[in-house]
Protein backbone atom coordinates (compact mmCIF):
# COMPACT_ATOMS: atom_id res chain seq x y z
CA UNK A 1 0.00 0.00 0.00
CA UNK A 2 1.68 3.33 -0.74
CA UNK A 3 1.80 6.18 1.99
CA UNK A 4 -0.31 8.67 0.29
CA UNK A 5 -4.00 7.28 0.36
CA UNK A 6 -5.60 8.10 -2.89
CA UNK A 7 -9.70 8.71 -3.14
CA UNK A 8 -11.82 5.90 -5.13
CA UNK A 9 -11.81 2.13 -4.37
CA UNK A 10 -9.20 -0.18 -2.59
CA UNK A 11 -7.78 -0.97 -6.25
CA UNK A 12 -7.52 2.45 -6.92
CA UNK A 13 -4.66 2.49 -4.17
CA UNK A 14 -2.20 0.34 -6.86
CA UNK A 15 -0.02 2.72 -8.81
CA UNK A 16 1.59 3.24 -12.15
CA UNK A 17 4.91 5.73 -11.66
CA UNK A 18 3.33 7.13 -8.63
CA UNK A 19 -0.18 7.82 -9.81
CA UNK A 20 -3.79 5.92 -8.72
CA UNK A 21 -4.60 3.69 -12.03
CA UNK A 22 -8.06 5.40 -11.96
CA UNK A 23 -6.31 8.61 -13.19
CA UNK A 24 -5.29 6.16 -16.52
CA UNK A 25 -8.62 5.10 -16.81
CA UNK A 26 -9.38 8.81 -17.54
CA UNK A 27 -6.80 8.78 -19.05
CA UNK A 28 -8.21 6.76 -22.14
CA UNK A 29 -11.71 7.77 -21.83
CA UNK A 30 -10.34 11.24 -22.44
CA UNK A 31 -7.95 10.41 -25.22
CA UNK A 32 -10.55 8.65 -27.20
CA UNK A 33 -13.25 11.70 -26.77
CA UNK A 34 -9.92 14.08 -27.96
CA UNK A 35 -9.45 11.22 -30.54
CA UNK A 36 -13.04 11.88 -31.64
CA UNK A 37 -13.86 15.34 -31.74
CA UNK A 38 -10.51 16.22 -33.48
CA UNK A 39 -10.70 13.45 -36.15
CA UNK A 40 -14.29 14.56 -36.72
CA UNK A 41 -12.60 18.29 -36.84
CA UNK A 42 -9.47 17.50 -39.14
CA UNK A 43 -12.26 16.47 -41.57
CA UNK A 44 -15.12 18.55 -41.66
CA UNK A 45 -14.40 21.47 -43.59
CA UNK A 46 -12.55 19.33 -45.99
CA UNK A 47 -15.90 17.27 -46.13
CA UNK A 48 -18.02 20.11 -46.32
CA UNK A 49 -15.79 21.39 -49.43
CA UNK A 50 -15.33 18.42 -51.26
CA UNK A 51 -17.27 17.80 -55.02
CA UNK A 52 -20.46 15.36 -54.60
CA UNK A 53 -18.42 13.62 -56.73
CA UNK A 54 -15.70 13.18 -54.22
CA UNK A 55 -18.16 12.15 -51.98
CA UNK A 56 -18.74 15.94 -50.39
CA UNK A 57 -21.47 18.07 -49.90
CA UNK A 58 -20.33 20.23 -52.52
CA UNK A 59 -20.35 23.68 -50.41
CA UNK A 60 -18.75 26.59 -51.38
CA UNK A 61 -15.73 27.36 -48.39
CA UNK A 62 -17.73 30.21 -46.58
CA UNK A 63 -20.94 28.31 -46.19
CA UNK A 64 -18.45 25.82 -44.73
CA UNK A 65 -16.73 27.92 -42.33
CA UNK A 66 -19.94 29.55 -41.25
CA UNK A 67 -20.99 25.86 -40.03
CA UNK A 68 -17.20 25.47 -38.52
CA UNK A 69 -17.95 28.69 -36.70
CA UNK A 70 -21.22 27.80 -35.15
CA UNK A 71 -20.08 24.46 -34.48
CA UNK A 72 -16.65 25.51 -32.59
CA UNK A 73 -18.29 28.28 -30.79
CA UNK A 74 -21.46 26.14 -29.42
CA UNK A 75 -19.07 23.78 -28.25
CA UNK A 76 -17.92 26.54 -25.54
CA UNK A 77 -21.59 27.00 -24.67
CA UNK A 78 -22.73 24.01 -23.69
CA UNK A 79 -20.18 22.80 -20.93
CA UNK A 80 -21.95 25.90 -18.83
CA UNK A 81 -25.07 23.81 -18.46
CA UNK A 82 -23.83 20.31 -18.35
CA UNK A 83 -21.33 21.53 -15.67
CA UNK A 84 -23.95 23.01 -13.41
CA UNK A 85 -26.76 19.91 -13.83
CA UNK A 86 -23.71 17.39 -12.98
CA UNK A 87 -22.76 19.46 -9.65
CA UNK A 88 -26.53 20.03 -8.59
CA UNK A 89 -27.89 16.97 -10.06
CA UNK A 90 -26.21 14.06 -12.32
CA UNK A 91 -22.69 13.61 -10.99
CA UNK A 92 -19.83 13.87 -12.86
CA UNK A 93 -19.30 10.18 -13.44
CA UNK A 94 -23.07 9.95 -14.66
CA UNK A 95 -22.51 13.21 -16.74
CA UNK A 96 -19.88 11.46 -18.97
CA UNK A 97 -21.13 8.63 -19.26
CA UNK A 98 -24.44 10.34 -20.92
CA UNK A 99 -22.57 12.63 -22.81
CA UNK A 100 -20.20 10.13 -24.34
CA UNK A 101 -23.07 8.26 -25.51
CA UNK A 102 -24.55 11.34 -27.00
CA UNK A 103 -21.55 12.22 -28.97
CA UNK A 104 -21.55 8.66 -30.06
CA UNK A 105 -24.74 8.63 -31.71
CA UNK A 106 -23.35 12.09 -33.04
CA UNK A 107 -20.24 10.99 -35.03
CA UNK A 108 -22.10 7.50 -36.36
CA UNK A 109 -25.20 10.00 -37.18
CA UNK A 110 -21.96 11.61 -39.40
CA UNK A 111 -20.80 8.52 -40.60
CA UNK A 112 -24.46 7.72 -42.96
CA UNK A 113 -23.06 10.91 -45.08
CA UNK A 114 -26.97 12.05 -45.43
CA UNK A 115 -27.10 15.91 -45.01
CA UNK A 116 -30.43 15.71 -42.31
CA UNK A 117 -28.48 13.05 -40.32
CA UNK A 118 -25.29 15.04 -40.59
CA UNK A 119 -27.12 18.37 -38.69
CA UNK A 120 -28.26 16.11 -36.30
CA UNK A 121 -24.93 14.55 -35.66
CA UNK A 122 -23.60 18.23 -35.13
CA UNK A 123 -26.14 18.82 -32.50
CA UNK A 124 -25.73 15.44 -31.00
CA UNK A 125 -22.07 16.51 -30.61
CA UNK A 126 -22.65 19.87 -29.19
CA UNK A 127 -25.02 18.74 -26.64
CA UNK A 128 -22.81 15.82 -25.59
CA UNK A 129 -19.80 17.97 -25.70
CA UNK A 130 -21.42 19.90 -23.14
CA UNK A 131 -22.08 16.65 -20.70
CA UNK A 132 -19.00 15.56 -21.15
CA UNK A 133 -16.23 18.19 -21.37
CA UNK A 134 -16.37 20.07 -17.78
CA UNK A 135 -16.73 16.55 -15.50
CA UNK A 136 -13.55 15.14 -16.26
CA UNK A 137 -10.87 16.89 -14.74
CA UNK A 138 -13.19 17.53 -11.05
CA UNK A 139 -12.71 13.62 -11.22
CA UNK A 140 -8.73 13.69 -11.67
CA UNK A 141 -8.95 16.66 -8.96
CA UNK A 142 -10.65 14.65 -6.13
CA UNK A 143 -9.07 11.35 -6.79
CA UNK A 144 -5.85 13.14 -4.52
CA UNK A 145 -5.81 14.40 -0.75
CA UNK A 146 -5.70 18.44 -0.62
CA UNK A 147 -2.41 20.07 -0.98
CA UNK A 148 -1.13 16.72 -2.41
CA UNK A 149 2.08 17.81 -4.56
CA UNK A 150 1.36 14.96 -6.98
CA UNK A 151 -1.72 17.22 -8.51
CA UNK A 152 0.10 19.39 -11.11
CA UNK A 153 2.24 16.14 -12.35
CA UNK A 154 -1.37 14.15 -12.67
CA UNK A 155 -2.53 17.33 -14.48
CA UNK A 156 0.15 17.05 -16.75
CA UNK A 157 -0.63 13.83 -17.31
CA UNK A 158 -3.86 13.79 -18.38
CA UNK A 159 -3.21 16.92 -20.96
CA UNK A 160 -0.65 14.23 -22.14
CA UNK A 161 -4.06 12.06 -22.77
CA UNK A 162 -5.63 14.94 -24.40
CA UNK A 163 -2.88 15.73 -26.97
CA UNK A 164 -2.67 11.69 -27.57
CA UNK A 165 -5.81 11.53 -28.63
CA UNK A 166 -5.64 14.72 -30.65
CA UNK A 167 -2.69 13.47 -32.60
CA UNK A 168 -3.59 9.84 -33.61
CA UNK A 169 -7.42 11.22 -34.02
CA UNK A 170 -5.95 13.64 -36.65
CA UNK A 171 -3.86 11.45 -38.19
CA UNK A 172 -5.98 8.16 -38.61
CA UNK A 173 -9.74 10.01 -39.43
CA UNK A 174 -7.73 12.37 -41.58
CA UNK A 175 -6.05 9.09 -43.51
CA UNK A 176 -9.28 7.37 -43.41
CA UNK A 177 -11.68 10.14 -44.79
CA UNK A 178 -8.93 11.25 -47.24
CA UNK A 179 -8.00 8.16 -48.88
CA UNK A 180 -10.87 5.85 -47.92
CA UNK A 181 -14.27 8.01 -47.77
CA UNK A 182 -15.22 10.22 -45.72
CA UNK A 183 -17.92 7.86 -43.93
CA UNK A 184 -14.59 5.79 -42.81
CA UNK A 185 -13.47 9.11 -40.99
CA UNK A 186 -16.30 9.63 -39.49
CA UNK A 187 -17.23 6.15 -38.66
CA UNK A 188 -13.69 5.94 -36.89
CA UNK A 189 -14.11 8.96 -34.58
CA UNK A 190 -17.82 7.17 -33.33
CA UNK A 191 -16.00 3.80 -32.68
CA UNK A 192 -13.29 4.74 -30.58
CA UNK A 193 -15.97 7.69 -28.73
CA UNK A 194 -17.91 4.24 -27.95
CA UNK A 195 -14.96 2.44 -26.73
CA UNK A 196 -14.06 5.54 -24.32
CA UNK A 197 -17.52 5.15 -23.13
CA UNK A 198 -17.16 1.91 -22.53
CA UNK A 199 -13.89 1.09 -20.95
CA UNK A 200 -14.98 4.30 -18.38
CA UNK A 201 -18.18 2.60 -17.90
CA UNK A 202 -17.10 -0.74 -17.04
CA UNK A 203 -14.50 0.81 -14.81
CA UNK A 204 -15.81 3.11 -13.15
CA UNK A 205 -16.37 1.98 -9.85
CA UNK A 206 -12.43 2.45 -9.33
CA UNK A 207 -13.24 5.91 -8.28
CA UNK A 208 -15.43 5.07 -5.15
CA UNK A 209 -17.41 8.03 -4.30
CA UNK A 210 -15.89 9.97 -6.56
CA UNK A 211 -17.76 11.97 -8.79
CA UNK A 212 -20.98 10.03 -7.90
CA UNK A 213 -24.49 11.68 -8.01
CA UNK A 214 -24.43 14.03 -5.35
CA UNK A 215 -26.37 13.86 -2.20
CA UNK A 216 -25.52 17.56 -0.87
CA UNK A 217 -24.04 20.78 -1.64
CA UNK A 218 -22.08 23.25 0.28
CA UNK A 219 -24.26 26.27 0.39
CA UNK A 220 -22.08 29.30 -0.98
CA UNK A 221 -22.86 31.05 2.76
CA UNK A 222 -20.53 27.77 4.05
CA UNK A 223 -18.03 27.80 1.28
CA UNK A 224 -17.89 31.54 2.46
CA UNK A 225 -17.35 31.45 5.46
CA UNK A 226 -14.24 28.38 5.02
CA UNK A 227 -12.37 30.82 3.74
CA UNK A 228 -13.38 34.01 5.30
CA UNK A 229 -15.26 35.33 2.09
CA UNK A 230 -18.31 37.27 1.83
CA UNK A 231 -21.32 36.29 0.53
CA UNK A 232 -23.04 38.36 -1.84
CA UNK A 233 -26.55 37.19 -2.43
CA UNK A 234 -28.27 37.21 -5.64
CA UNK A 235 -31.33 39.86 -6.05
CA UNK A 236 -34.34 39.85 -8.02
CA UNK A 237 -32.19 42.15 -10.78
CA UNK A 238 -29.55 40.14 -11.18
CA UNK A 239 -31.40 36.96 -11.96
CA UNK A 240 -33.90 38.96 -14.39
CA UNK A 241 -30.52 39.86 -16.43
CA UNK A 242 -29.01 36.32 -16.41
CA UNK A 243 -32.06 34.71 -17.33
CA UNK A 244 -32.92 37.50 -20.08
CA UNK A 245 -29.14 36.67 -21.57
CA UNK A 246 -29.75 32.94 -21.61
CA UNK A 247 -33.62 33.38 -23.42
CA UNK A 248 -31.29 35.99 -25.70
CA UNK A 249 -29.06 33.45 -26.34
CA UNK A 250 -31.54 30.85 -27.56
CA UNK A 251 -32.56 33.36 -29.77
CA UNK A 252 -29.19 34.07 -31.16
CA UNK A 253 -28.64 30.38 -32.07
CA UNK A 254 -31.78 30.09 -33.74
CA UNK A 255 -31.31 32.83 -35.85
CA UNK A 256 -27.63 31.30 -36.74
CA UNK A 257 -29.09 28.28 -37.97
CA UNK A 258 -32.64 29.63 -39.75
CA UNK A 259 -32.00 33.02 -41.08
CA UNK A 260 -30.05 33.00 -44.40
CA UNK A 261 -28.00 36.31 -44.99
CA UNK A 262 -25.91 37.66 -47.73
CA UNK A 263 -23.10 38.46 -45.34
CA UNK A 264 -22.34 35.72 -43.50
CA UNK A 265 -20.15 38.03 -40.81
CA UNK A 266 -23.81 39.94 -40.28
CA UNK A 267 -24.37 36.79 -38.32
CA UNK A 268 -21.66 38.09 -36.05
CA UNK A 269 -24.41 41.19 -35.24
CA UNK A 270 -26.42 38.65 -33.25
CA UNK A 271 -23.82 37.97 -30.27
CA UNK A 272 -23.96 41.76 -29.56
CA UNK A 273 -27.58 42.02 -27.57
CA UNK A 274 -26.04 38.72 -25.25
CA UNK A 275 -23.10 39.96 -24.86
CA UNK A 276 -23.97 43.25 -23.55
CA UNK A 277 -26.98 41.81 -21.57
CA UNK A 278 -24.03 39.23 -19.91
CA UNK A 279 -21.46 42.05 -19.65
CA UNK A 280 -24.43 44.43 -17.57
CA UNK A 281 -25.18 41.48 -15.29
CA UNK A 282 -21.43 40.75 -14.44
CA UNK A 283 -20.39 44.55 -13.78
CA UNK A 284 -23.82 44.96 -11.55
CA UNK A 285 -22.76 41.81 -9.71
CA UNK A 286 -19.02 42.62 -9.55
CA UNK A 287 -20.25 46.27 -8.10
CA UNK A 288 -21.60 44.78 -5.29
CA UNK A 289 -18.01 42.84 -4.02
CA UNK A 290 -15.10 43.70 -1.88
CA UNK A 291 -12.67 45.71 -3.58
CA UNK A 292 -9.98 43.01 -3.75
CA UNK A 293 -12.37 40.41 -4.75
CA UNK A 294 -13.77 42.91 -7.40
CA UNK A 295 -10.17 43.76 -8.66
CA UNK A 296 -9.08 40.02 -9.13
CA UNK A 297 -12.53 39.28 -10.74
CA UNK A 298 -12.20 42.19 -12.88
CA UNK A 299 -8.70 40.56 -14.22
CA UNK A 300 -10.35 37.80 -15.06
CA UNK A 301 -12.67 39.43 -17.35
CA UNK A 302 -9.81 41.43 -18.77
CA UNK A 303 -7.76 38.18 -19.67
CA UNK A 304 -10.84 36.87 -20.77
CA UNK A 305 -11.34 39.74 -22.93
CA UNK A 306 -7.60 39.06 -24.52
CA UNK A 307 -7.89 35.54 -24.99
CA UNK A 308 -10.31 36.27 -27.13
CA UNK A 309 -7.88 37.28 -29.71
CA UNK A 310 -5.75 34.42 -29.41
CA UNK A 311 -7.89 32.06 -29.77
CA UNK A 312 -10.34 33.63 -32.72
CA UNK A 313 -7.04 33.43 -34.77
CA UNK A 314 -5.74 30.05 -32.88
CA UNK A 315 -8.83 28.55 -34.45
CA UNK A 316 -8.12 29.01 -37.73
CA UNK A 317 -6.33 25.74 -37.74
CA UNK A 318 -9.52 23.37 -38.89
CA UNK A 319 -10.63 26.13 -40.70
CA UNK A 320 -8.71 28.53 -43.22
CA UNK A 321 -5.45 26.70 -42.27
CA UNK A 322 -7.17 23.73 -43.25
CA UNK A 323 -7.82 25.18 -46.55
CA UNK A 324 -4.77 26.24 -47.29
CA UNK A 325 -3.16 22.87 -46.73
CA UNK A 326 -5.80 21.62 -49.16
CA UNK A 327 -5.44 24.16 -51.53
CA UNK A 328 -2.67 26.27 -51.32
CA UNK A 329 0.47 23.84 -50.29
CA UNK A 330 2.67 21.34 -52.09
CA UNK A 331 2.18 18.45 -50.67
CA UNK A 332 3.11 16.09 -53.28
CA UNK A 333 6.31 14.41 -52.44
CA UNK A 334 8.33 14.64 -55.68
CA UNK A 335 11.49 13.17 -55.50
CA UNK A 336 12.69 9.98 -53.71
CA UNK A 337 14.75 11.90 -51.04
CA UNK A 338 11.33 13.73 -50.16
CA UNK A 339 9.31 10.63 -50.36
CA UNK A 340 11.65 8.55 -48.09
CA UNK A 341 12.11 11.09 -45.57
CA UNK A 342 8.45 11.28 -45.20
CA UNK A 343 8.11 7.59 -45.03
CA UNK A 344 10.37 7.31 -42.08
CA UNK A 345 8.75 10.51 -40.43
CA UNK A 346 5.71 9.06 -40.46
CA UNK A 347 6.49 5.85 -38.95
CA UNK A 348 8.60 6.78 -36.55
CA UNK A 349 5.82 9.51 -35.51
CA UNK A 350 3.27 6.95 -35.57
CA UNK A 351 4.86 4.28 -34.05
CA UNK A 352 6.77 5.69 -30.98
CA UNK A 353 3.44 7.30 -29.51
CA UNK A 354 1.77 3.69 -30.05
CA UNK A 355 4.40 2.24 -28.04
CA UNK A 356 4.40 4.35 -24.83
CA UNK A 357 0.62 4.34 -24.53
CA UNK A 358 0.55 0.47 -25.37
CA UNK A 359 2.88 0.14 -22.23
CA UNK A 360 0.61 2.11 -20.58
CA UNK A 361 -2.64 -0.14 -21.37
CA UNK A 362 -0.09 -3.39 -20.30
CA UNK A 363 0.70 -1.46 -17.29
CA UNK A 364 -3.15 -0.68 -16.24
CA UNK A 365 -3.90 -4.27 -17.53
CA UNK A 366 -1.39 -6.05 -14.82
CA UNK A 367 -3.24 -4.26 -12.11
CA UNK A 368 -6.75 -4.09 -12.72
CA UNK A 369 -7.55 -6.73 -14.96
CA UNK A 370 -9.32 -9.05 -12.61
CA UNK A 371 -11.43 -6.19 -11.19
CA UNK A 372 -12.25 -4.77 -14.21
CA UNK A 373 -12.02 -6.99 -17.56
CA UNK A 374 -14.25 -4.80 -19.90
CA UNK A 375 -12.40 -2.31 -19.21
CA UNK A 376 -9.18 -3.66 -20.29
CA UNK A 377 -11.04 -5.70 -22.82
CA UNK A 378 -12.28 -2.47 -24.85
CA UNK A 379 -9.19 -0.57 -23.88
CA UNK A 380 -6.79 -2.96 -25.93
CA UNK A 381 -9.58 -3.32 -28.95
CA UNK A 382 -9.41 0.36 -29.33
CA UNK A 383 -5.55 0.08 -29.55
CA UNK A 384 -5.35 -3.36 -31.79
CA UNK A 385 -7.71 -1.25 -34.80
CA UNK A 386 -5.64 1.40 -33.74
CA UNK A 387 -2.23 -0.48 -34.76
CA UNK A 388 -4.00 -2.11 -37.79
CA UNK A 389 -4.95 1.11 -39.16
CA UNK A 390 -1.20 2.29 -38.69
CA UNK A 391 0.42 -0.56 -39.93
CA UNK A 392 -1.78 -0.53 -42.80
CA UNK A 393 -1.09 3.86 -43.60
CA UNK A 394 2.81 2.72 -43.52
CA UNK A 395 2.64 -0.06 -46.04
CA UNK A 396 0.96 2.19 -48.30
CA UNK A 397 3.80 4.82 -47.92
CA UNK A 398 6.37 2.87 -48.33
CA UNK A 399 4.42 0.53 -51.18
CA UNK A 400 3.67 4.01 -53.30
CA UNK A 401 6.30 5.18 -55.60
CA UNK A 402 4.07 8.85 -55.49
CA UNK A 403 3.05 10.34 -52.01
CA UNK A 404 1.20 12.93 -51.21
CA UNK A 405 0.72 14.63 -47.28
CA UNK A 406 -3.00 14.27 -46.29
CA UNK A 407 -4.25 17.85 -45.73
CA UNK A 408 -5.49 17.33 -42.18
CA UNK A 409 -2.30 15.76 -41.01
CA UNK A 410 -0.97 19.27 -40.66
CA UNK A 411 -3.57 19.85 -37.84
CA UNK A 412 -1.84 17.30 -35.92
CA UNK A 413 1.01 19.19 -35.57
CA UNK A 414 -0.13 21.48 -32.73
CA UNK A 415 -0.88 17.88 -30.63
CA UNK A 416 2.93 16.90 -31.65
CA UNK A 417 4.76 19.94 -30.64
CA UNK A 418 2.77 20.27 -27.05
CA UNK A 419 3.90 16.58 -26.79
CA UNK A 420 7.29 17.06 -27.49
CA UNK A 421 7.58 20.80 -25.87
CA UNK A 422 5.03 20.48 -22.38
CA UNK A 423 7.87 18.77 -20.15
CA UNK A 424 9.90 21.81 -21.08
CA UNK A 425 7.80 24.32 -20.69
CA UNK A 426 6.69 22.95 -17.03
CA UNK A 427 10.73 22.92 -16.03
CA UNK A 428 11.18 26.32 -17.61
CA UNK A 429 8.07 27.64 -14.97
CA UNK A 430 9.62 25.97 -12.53
CA UNK A 431 12.73 27.34 -12.62
CA UNK A 432 10.87 30.95 -13.48
CA UNK A 433 9.00 30.75 -10.05
CA UNK A 434 12.17 30.92 -7.97
CA UNK A 435 14.00 33.62 -9.98
CA UNK A 436 13.23 37.27 -10.23
CA UNK A 437 13.39 36.75 -13.95
CA UNK A 438 9.81 35.05 -13.74
CA UNK A 439 7.24 37.31 -16.38
CA UNK A 440 4.09 38.69 -14.86
CA UNK A 441 0.61 36.94 -15.68
CA UNK A 442 -0.29 39.63 -18.44
CA UNK A 443 3.03 39.43 -19.78
CA UNK A 444 3.03 35.65 -20.08
CA UNK A 445 -0.04 36.36 -21.95
CA UNK A 446 0.99 38.95 -24.29
CA UNK A 447 4.07 36.52 -25.34
CA UNK A 448 1.19 34.21 -26.23
CA UNK A 449 -0.44 36.73 -28.50
CA UNK A 450 3.05 37.94 -29.96
CA UNK A 451 4.16 34.08 -30.90
CA UNK A 452 0.78 33.49 -32.40
CA UNK A 453 1.26 36.70 -34.54
CA UNK A 454 4.25 35.24 -35.66
CA UNK A 455 2.99 31.99 -36.62
CA UNK A 456 0.40 34.25 -39.17
CA UNK A 457 3.95 36.18 -39.99
CA UNK A 458 5.27 33.04 -41.69
CA UNK A 459 1.45 32.51 -43.29
CA UNK A 460 1.85 35.77 -44.80
CA UNK A 461 5.29 35.17 -46.28
CA UNK A 462 3.95 31.83 -47.22
CA UNK A 463 0.88 32.94 -48.87
CA UNK A 464 2.90 35.54 -50.83
CA UNK A 465 3.46 34.26 -54.20
CA UNK A 466 0.27 33.38 -54.47
CA UNK A 467 -1.31 35.51 -57.14
CA UNK A 468 -4.80 37.63 -55.90
CA UNK A 469 -8.09 35.98 -56.10
CA UNK A 470 -6.11 32.19 -57.09
CA UNK A 471 -7.96 28.77 -55.88
CA UNK A 472 -5.13 26.50 -56.05
CA UNK A 473 -1.24 27.01 -55.55
CA UNK A 474 1.78 24.77 -54.18
CA UNK A 475 3.74 26.71 -51.65
CA UNK A 476 6.26 25.07 -49.72
CA UNK A 477 4.94 23.18 -46.60
CA UNK A 478 7.17 24.52 -44.81
CA UNK A 479 5.11 27.93 -43.67
CA UNK A 480 2.80 25.88 -41.97
CA UNK A 481 5.02 23.99 -40.01
CA UNK A 482 6.28 27.13 -39.18
CA UNK A 483 2.79 28.71 -38.27
CA UNK A 484 1.60 25.50 -36.37
CA UNK A 485 4.97 25.99 -34.03
CA UNK A 486 4.94 28.88 -32.86
CA UNK A 487 1.22 28.63 -32.52
CA UNK A 488 1.95 25.60 -30.42
CA UNK A 489 4.56 27.77 -28.19
CA UNK A 490 1.99 30.45 -27.80
CA UNK A 491 -0.25 28.95 -26.56
CA UNK A 492 2.04 26.72 -23.60
CA UNK A 493 2.77 30.38 -22.61
CA UNK A 494 -1.21 31.40 -22.70
CA UNK A 495 -3.36 28.72 -21.99
CA UNK A 496 -2.29 27.05 -18.77
CA UNK A 497 -1.17 30.38 -17.58
CA UNK A 498 -4.59 31.61 -18.29
CA UNK A 499 -6.24 28.74 -16.13
CA UNK A 500 -4.05 28.91 -13.56
CA UNK A 501 -5.13 32.31 -13.20
CA UNK A 502 -8.53 31.74 -13.20
CA UNK A 503 -8.00 29.48 -10.21
CA UNK A 504 -5.86 31.58 -8.16
CA UNK A 505 -7.89 34.72 -8.57
CA UNK A 506 -11.12 33.90 -8.07
CA UNK A 507 -12.94 33.67 -4.87
CA UNK A 508 -13.28 30.38 -4.14
CA UNK A 509 -16.83 29.97 -3.73
CA UNK A 510 -16.83 31.57 -7.53
CA UNK A 511 -14.90 29.87 -9.13
CA UNK A 512 -17.43 27.57 -11.38
CA UNK A 513 -19.16 31.16 -12.59
CA UNK A 514 -15.05 32.65 -13.23
CA UNK A 515 -14.62 29.50 -15.61
CA UNK A 516 -17.61 30.00 -17.25
CA UNK A 517 -16.65 33.46 -18.06
CA UNK A 518 -13.49 32.07 -19.49
CA UNK A 519 -15.51 29.65 -21.42
CA UNK A 520 -17.97 32.52 -22.84
CA UNK A 521 -14.83 34.16 -24.20
CA UNK A 522 -13.77 31.10 -25.91
CA UNK A 523 -17.18 30.65 -27.65
CA UNK A 524 -17.34 34.64 -28.50
CA UNK A 525 -13.32 33.91 -29.99
CA UNK A 526 -14.51 30.44 -31.91
CA UNK A 527 -17.39 31.89 -33.30
CA UNK A 528 -16.15 35.74 -34.61
CA UNK A 529 -12.75 33.53 -35.76
CA UNK A 530 -15.10 31.37 -38.09
CA UNK A 531 -16.99 34.01 -39.41
CA UNK A 532 -13.76 36.03 -40.39
CA UNK A 533 -12.76 32.82 -41.87
CA UNK A 534 -15.63 32.59 -44.08
CA UNK A 535 -14.43 35.81 -45.96
CA UNK A 536 -10.95 34.29 -46.64
CA UNK A 537 -12.53 33.89 -50.71
CA UNK A 538 -13.81 37.36 -50.68
CA UNK A 539 -10.22 39.12 -49.12
CA UNK A 540 -7.76 37.29 -51.25
CA UNK A 541 -9.70 38.30 -54.25
CA UNK A 542 -9.55 42.07 -53.47
CA UNK A 543 -6.35 41.68 -51.69
CA UNK A 544 -4.36 38.82 -51.60
CA UNK A 545 -4.59 35.79 -49.58
CA UNK A 546 -1.35 37.85 -47.35
CA UNK A 547 -3.87 40.35 -46.87
CA UNK A 548 -6.19 37.44 -45.16
CA UNK A 549 -3.83 36.05 -42.95
CA UNK A 550 -2.83 39.78 -41.87
CA UNK A 551 -5.73 40.32 -40.14
CA UNK A 552 -4.54 37.58 -37.16
CA UNK A 553 -0.62 39.41 -37.45
CA UNK A 554 -2.55 43.03 -36.57
CA UNK A 555 -5.05 41.33 -34.08
CA UNK A 556 -2.85 39.53 -32.31
CA UNK A 557 0.42 41.96 -32.23
CA UNK A 558 -2.10 44.61 -30.72
CA UNK A 559 -3.61 42.63 -28.68
CA UNK A 560 0.23 41.81 -26.91
CA UNK A 561 1.11 45.34 -27.45
CA UNK A 562 -2.22 46.52 -25.11
CA UNK A 563 -1.10 43.96 -22.29
CA UNK A 564 2.03 44.87 -22.08
CA UNK A 565 0.51 48.96 -21.51
CA UNK A 566 -2.06 47.36 -19.10
CA UNK A 567 1.03 45.26 -17.55
CA UNK A 568 1.08 47.78 -14.34
CA UNK A 569 -2.60 48.83 -13.82
CA UNK A 570 -3.33 44.57 -14.13
CA UNK A 571 -0.55 43.60 -11.57
CA UNK A 572 -1.85 46.12 -8.94
CA UNK A 573 -5.07 44.73 -9.03
CA UNK A 574 -4.38 41.22 -9.15
CA UNK A 575 -3.19 42.42 -5.24
CA UNK A 576 -0.16 40.33 -5.15
CA UNK A 577 -1.53 37.19 -6.67
CA UNK A 578 1.70 35.93 -9.00
Known sequence: MNAVKFGGSATNQHTILGHPVGLYVLFFTEMWERFSYYGMRAILVLYLISTIDEGGLGWDRSQALVLYATYTGLVYLTPLLGGYLADRFLGYRNAVVLGAFIMSLGHASLAFEVLPLFYLGIALLIIGNGFFKPNMTPIVGQMYPDGSPLKDSAYTIFYMGVNSGAFLGILLCGWLGETQGWAYGFGAAGVFMFFGLLQFYFGQSIFGNIGAKPEGKESAADIAKKYNETVVPFTTADVVLFVASLLVLAATVLGWVFIELEQPLYKLLFIAPF???????????????????????????????????????????????????????????????????????????????????????????????????????????????????????????????????????????????????????SRMWEKLNQSSLNPSGPLKLALGLFLLGIGFVALVI???????????????????????????????????????????????????????????????????????????????????????????????????????????????????VN
Do not use: C
Open 462 to 576: GAAPIPKGAETAAVSMMWLVLAYFFHTVGELFLSPVGLSFVNKLSPKRLIALMFGVWYLANFVANFTGGMIGSYIDEISKSSSLSGFFSIFVVSSFTAALLLVLLNKPIKRMMHG
Open 275 to 425: VLIMLTFLIVRLSKYPQIERDRMVVIGIFAFFVIFFWLAFEQAGGTMTIFAEDYTQRSLTTPVQANIFRYVSLALTFIPMLILSWMVFSLATKIVKDYPFTILFTSLSFLIIWGVIVKINMDNFSQQALEVPASWFGSLNAFFIISLAPFF
